[in-house]
């Protein structure tokens, strides 16, 4: 703990002179107390943060075993410090003065201060205050530059484990329902310790697809008027002979156009989509993914072989943008903006945001029709739709969006905590994170009133329809602002997609189509070991696929079954079947949970 509190101590000394489970299955681990061997890791690298009060943390966790605890003693007012990055509130300074802390302020007889450093700094001053160990009670962890369970081990934060039943249970409910077991299987370890408040949890309903691949439908019809002939006998491109079609329809009319630049098809400068698009519709993943059991990555599989030979074929076509592979400053979700928007693209990685005509230009004559787009299935070598991966949906991590308690904070101020944020675990708490106040307590906020929302930002009509004011719904008040999407508690219900558009949801059918069976789960965690091991395997395969993905795609390596091989090979003499191996046995401790 000296030597990494030293470190980054001088290195935010450098930045300042800048710019001035139940872990294991066990379904009663939460009634438990902490076991010792977290106490006295914790109380060794404690240093500044106390050993009185984790002594008296971990007495109250014996008595919580022993069914002896009493419930939060509300008469005494209690001061709790927070660590959280800042959003742009917009009618507030800061979270201290938002209507729902007050609420909850007054709720639980105490102060809740949040420290909050400037935008862009977060990650220097989060760092700033472990190396100092002046720590707040209570710190949002996703600006940690390492994960809950290093923070635990340096003494950081503590193990929530022992306490969540007594203190946090509509929490502890929510972890133990059996519709929450991949969310339950990310916040516990392997061995059944919980270091965090998750901000990010759900009612069970299904989160939307936010991107995708995504295609110019008004160009497909212009040239076909309107009765495209995919080969396979749909109305919209599935195989990869549709995409054969429709990529050859696209060139032929920015052929014609005389454009200076297009694409019918842009790829990012890896050549494949990292998150899985297209590659899924070959039955492999861009990354690590999970097929009966059993780990693999992608990029070294023969359904990856085949799909370079496509993507290979289809660029010696004109189909692919010729350049892709210099464009290394674009975000996967962001290609070559000047051909996307300036309608010279016609498939391309896209957002909900550029559904329909929201890319249109009326003005200049520009209008597009976006619709989302399913991965080419490779119906050659027998691909059906079997394989499922989303990109965009990689499962619950258990890693951003949480909550720590520090080791500093005393046992009376992490139940009050604990009090204060299991209230938004209820269905009432949860709505007001979420959406913020309706009905009296809206009429009674000054700054409701001042917004004109005296009735609230949402109310349910005579038919039990869940409605928002109309100036939320069109943006012209900001209503995220208004809850607390970033404290503790639930944050998506069956609400949260009462008002989405149709064209967001009909897309995520599409995007969300082959499923996320294959998908490897964000919350299983390698160890410390593991990780430096994989760290150091990856920076060298990861270099040398980059390098040569391009190559094969483009032509200037020849691409065959024998120079694949040795690119595998290599890739394994890197180190990725040593890593396939860390995520093999990462994945099963998970399954064990």
């Not at 007050?102 to 989060?126: A, H, I, R």
């Not at 329909?356 to 003005?363: F, G, R, T």
Request: glycine share 12%.
């Amino acid at each position: 703990m000296k030597k990494r509190a030293l470190t980054v101590l001088l290195t935010a000394a450098m930045t300042m002179s800048l710019f001035a489970g139940c872990g294991n299955g066990d379904k009663d681990s939460g009634s438990q107390a902490g076991d010792s061997s977290q106490a006295d890791s914790g109380a060794q690298s404690r240093e500044s943060a106390g050993e009185g009060e984790a002594d008296s943390r971990e007495e109250a966790g014996s008595g919580d075993e022993a069914g002896e605890s009493s419930a939060d003693d509300l008469s005494q007012h209690r001061e709790i410090s927070a660590w959280l990055y800042a959003d742009d509130y917009k009618y507030f300074g800061s979270r201290d003065e938002s209507p729902l802390v007050k609420y909850l302020n007054e709720k639980f007889n105490c102060t809740v201060t949040f420290q909050q450093p400037p935008v862009g700094s977060e990650t220097d001053s989060f760092n700033l205050m472990l190396g100092s160990s002046e720590y707040t009670d209570v710190m949002e962890l996703t600006y940690s530059i390492d994960s809950p369970a290093t923070l635990y081990e340096d003494g950081v934060i503590i193990d929530l484990a022992p306490y969540l039943e007594t203190y946090m249970p509509n929490y502890y409910a929510w972890l133990n329902d059996p519709a929450h077991e991949e969310e339950r299987r990310a916040l516990y370890d392997d061995e059944g310790h919980c270091f965090v408040i998750t901000a990010e949890a759900g009612d069970g309903t299904p989160s939307l697809v936010w991107g995708g691949m995504v295609y110019r439908k008004d160009i497909i019809d212009t040239m076909t008027g309107g009765s495209p002939a995919y080969p396979s006998g749909n109305q919209e491109p599935v195989t990869v002979a549709d995409w054969e079609y429709m990529l050859e329809l696209m060139k032929q009319y920015f052929d014609a156009a005389n454009l200076a630049d297009s694409a019918a098809l842009i790829l990012p400068y890896q050549g494949y989509f990292p998150t899985g698009e297209l590659l899924n519709g070959f039955g492999v993943g861009g990354g690590f993914y999970v097929e009966d059991g059993q780990v693999h990555y992608g990029p070294t599989e023969q359904g990856f072989y085949n799909y370079l030979v496509k993507m290979h074929e289809w660029y010696e076509k004109g189909y692919i943008y010729q350049d892709f592979a210099s464009r290394t400053n674009d975000l996967f979700y962001q290609p070559n903006s000047a051909l996307t928007y300036g309608g010279s693209a016609g498939v391309f990685f896209g957002g909900y945001w550029q559904l329909e005509e929201k890319m249109s230009m009326p003005d200049y004559g520009l209008n597009m029709m976006v619709k989302a787009l399913p991965s080419p299935l490779d119906a050659e070598h027998g691909e059906n739709g079997d394989f499922g991966i989303i990109g965009m949906d990689g499962g619950f991590s258990g890693t951003s969006g949480v909550w720590g308690v520090s080791t500093a904070c005393s046992m009376e101020n992490m139940i009050r905590f604990m009090t204060w944020s299991d209230y938004m675990f209820t269905e009432e708490g949860s709505m007001m994170k979420k959406y913020g106040f309706t009905g009296e307590l809206a009429a009674a906020d000054s700054l409701y009133q001042e917004l004109g929302l005296e009735k609230g930002i949402y109310w349910f009509d005579e038919n039990g329809n869940f409605v928002q004011d109309e100036r939320i719904v069109s943006g012209e008040i900001e209503g995220m602002g208004l809850g607390g999407n970033r404290l503790p508690g639930m944050n998506a219900n069956k609400w949260g997609y009462a008002l989405t558009e149709q064209s967001w949801l009909d897309a995520d059918k599409v995007w969300a189509s082959l499923g996320k069976e294959n998908n490897y789960p964000n919350g299983a965690t390698l160890t410390a070991q593991e990780s430096a091991s994989f760290t150091d395997y990856y920076n060298k395969f990861q270099d040398y696929s980059n390098s040569m993905i391009p190559k094969f795609i483009m032509g200037t390596e020849e691409l065959t079954e024998e120079s694949f091989g040795a690119y595998v090979a290599q890739m394994n003499e890197y180190g990725v079947q040593e890593s396939v191996k860390l995520y093999q046995a990462a994945y099963e401790r998970y399954l064990n949970r």
